[in-house]
């Protein structure tokens, strides 16, 4: 596969392949299952990657799956490619054939997508493999759970970035037109804590304040003062904020309640930060209980941190996409105060998660995410296989360049700045759409890869704990973070 036939390569492959690709798409659409319950869609994945030649290893708890594409020697390039195969709990509202049949599920954060793009690059690189165009490994990984969240820690937990050297992911976008990705050097999405603070007091009549402690007026006081103390605390940079969603005291008008609760949640893009929130929380809320004669209590639940992209695989992403797609097709992304658990995995090794355009150029629609309306412009299938595609070759490249047997092209000041800057530009690369199906099904000579041990088989107690600080983790009240 040389350097400058990759883009005529992947058009042939998707010739073949996008609606097969499109098929599974709509197949997973129609039976979204949520965190933890992807049984079904772990057993398609696995039945799809095992008809390839691929050997793909369940997680320990039953859902989600890795499997090794390439490798031989053990001292070439490892990269890793992550989608998230989870449903929310969201009602699924549109008119189309492919509509939920699961009651309450839905795939309204487009993860059914992030499947089968990772899947059609799976294909691809298997067929590079076979052909000995892979020259390195690349490991899939199908994670469970992105939205409980809880998923990225457990592939950490078996192993799951173990002898890997760089990872990465997409996301789907609706605000960025099909045939765009979003870049962004540094924090793309934030952490995401929630956070209950709970005064007790004696209570009273409201005839008589002074004689008791006025925990209404007090609590009135955390809810004002905390976001603003807070914020002179911490550098304005770090994009730390709260803001509460939940505030419950008292029973009637002339009662002083003895208990009041306010919930909320911290955002925050800066790593620094997200660590030191907790601490100046607590001294904050002991400031304002003290003074009122209060007993405060302060719950504190970790969910996940900033996902801080890595400069060099984000050149990566853009030099790759600029490669299949063509000129102006990398534009900048937004930071999202959203959460993302991908970034477990960059607290680890460095990587990159970009964002996919999923609109269709020209749509009045208003698709977002989370929506029990969400749809997506197939064709955004066939631009992330290719991106996909093209980032791992540039990623496992001779001196991580942009193809495997063409020369490496080197990361210039150009190229990095292309992965944080933005650029206009129009579909390219022959992302026209569902093409037909090959009468013969899937092509032969889909390679096999090398098969996973230790704790990343199914049923495998225990696991290597992941690298890095470890983390409080926790589940969520509401679809999403």
């Known amino acids: 596969m040389a350097e400058h036939d990759l883009a005529g390569e992947l058009d042939a492959f998707l010739a073949a392949h996008e609606a097969e690709l499109i098929e599974f798409r709509r197949d997973l659409h129609a039976h979204p299952e949520v965190g933890y ?6 057993r398609q994945i696995a039945l799809r990657l095992e008809a390839a030649g ?35 709990p969201i009602t699924d509202e549109k008119n189309v054939p492919y509509r939920s049949l699961n009651a309450g599920a839905c795939h309204a954060c487009g993860h059914d997508v992030h499947t089968s793009v990772l899947l059609g690059t799976g294909l691809f690189l298997a067929r590079a493999a076979a052909s000995g165009a892979l020259p390195g490994k ?73 004689l008791t402690a006025d925990l209404v007026f007090a609590l009135g006081k955390i809810i004002t003062e905390l976001p603003a103390a807070l914020s002179r605390r911490i550098d304005p940079r770090s994009c730390l904020s709260l803001v509460w969603g939940k505030v419950s005291a008292g029973t009637v008008a002339n009662a002083i309640p003895d208990l009041g609760v306010a919930e909320g949640t911290v955002r925050c893009l800066d790593d620094g930060a997200w660590h030191a929130a907790p601490e100046m929380l607590k001294a904050l809320v002991e400031s304002v209980t003290s003074a009122y004669g209060l007993t405060g209590d302060l719950s504190y639940v970790r969910s996940v941190p900033p996902a801080v992209n890595d400069a060099a695989s984000t050149a990566m992403i853009a030099a790759a996409a600029d490669r299949v797609l063509g000129p102006g097709a990398v534009t900048q992304a937004p930071q999202s105060l959203g959460g993302e658990d991908f970034a477990w995995y960059l607290e680890s090794i460095p990587g990159s998660l970009f964002r996919l355009g999923t609109r269709r150029p020209g749509s009045v629609d208003e698709f977002d995410i989370h929506q029990p309306m969400f749809d997506v412009d197939e064709r955004c299938i066939g631009v992330g296989v290719r991106v996909m595609s093209a980032t791992a070759l540039t990623a496992i490249g001779p001196g991580n360049g942009a193809g495997p047997a063409g020369g490496p092209a080197r990361l210039t000041g150009a190229t990095m700045g292309a992965a944080g800057g933005a650029a206009g530009g129009s579909l390219a690369g022959g992302a026209g759409g569902p093409l037909a199906r090959r009468a013969d099904g899937e092509a032969a000579g889909a390679a096999g890869g ?17 690298a890095g600080p470890a983390r409080a983790r926790a589940g969520r009240a509401y679809p999403g973070r």
């Open 138 to 210: 690349v490991r899939l990984i199908f994670q469970p759970a992105e939205e409980v969240p809880g998923g990225a820690l457990d592939v950490l937990a078996a192993g799951g970035i173990s002898s890997v050297d760089r990872i990465f992911a997409l996301h789907c976008d609706p605000k960025l037109e099909v045939g765009k990705v979003g870049t962004r050097i540094g924090a793309i999405t934030a952490a995401c804590d929630k956070v209950k603070v709970t005064l007790s007091g004696p209570g009273g009549h409201t005839a008589r304040p002074h």
């Open 450 to 466: 090398a098969a996973l041990a230790g704790p990343l088989l199914a049923g495998a107690a225990g696991g290597a704990a992941p």
């Open 37 to 42: 319950a992807e049984h079904r869609t772990t």
């Open 54 to 88: 691929l050997r793909p290893a369940i997680l320990p708890k039953g859902t989600g799956l890795i499997a090794d594409i390439g490798g031989g020697a053990g001292d070439e390039a490892s990269v890793a490619l992550r989608a998230d195969i989870d449903a929310l």
